[in-house]
């Protein structure tokens, strides 16, 4: 019994002095502030080519709703391109060569001024 409890001394110390695997500093959360729906919202490598996405989303992202997005361990870089899918139109929207790594929310907005779609980084 002694040599027991000084072994489980050490394993719980060492589980409480090991640090939590911290979040991937590409994960975002993608904000539509466009007033329209968004029925696709794609993340891919510039290396990837422009013809290679998979939907992020699970359902239409309405207008006001955050999706979150995860990276896993086999993507790689910082830099990816976002492609934006609407629900009602058939046009897309692409933003090549974004620095994921220099923000944690995605905020899209539409200007029917000028007919543009851009994003704020935070």
Known sequence: MKSILPALLVMGLALVTT?????????????????YAIKFLGFNGPDDGLDEWENELEATLKNQD??????????????????VDWANYDE????KN???CKLNVLRLRYDPGTKTTSFIAE
Do not use: H
């Not at 990276?71 to 790689?76: K, S, V």
């Open 19 to 35: 640090p939590a695997r911290a979040a991937d500093n590409r994960n975002v959360s993608v904000v539509n502030e466009t007033g």
């Open 98 to 100: 974004v620095n994921l």
């Open 92 to 95: 897309s929207v692409l933003w």
């Open 66 to 83: 955050t999706a979150y997005v995860e990276f896993g361990n086999d993507d790689e870089g910082c830099v990816w391109n976002i492609k």
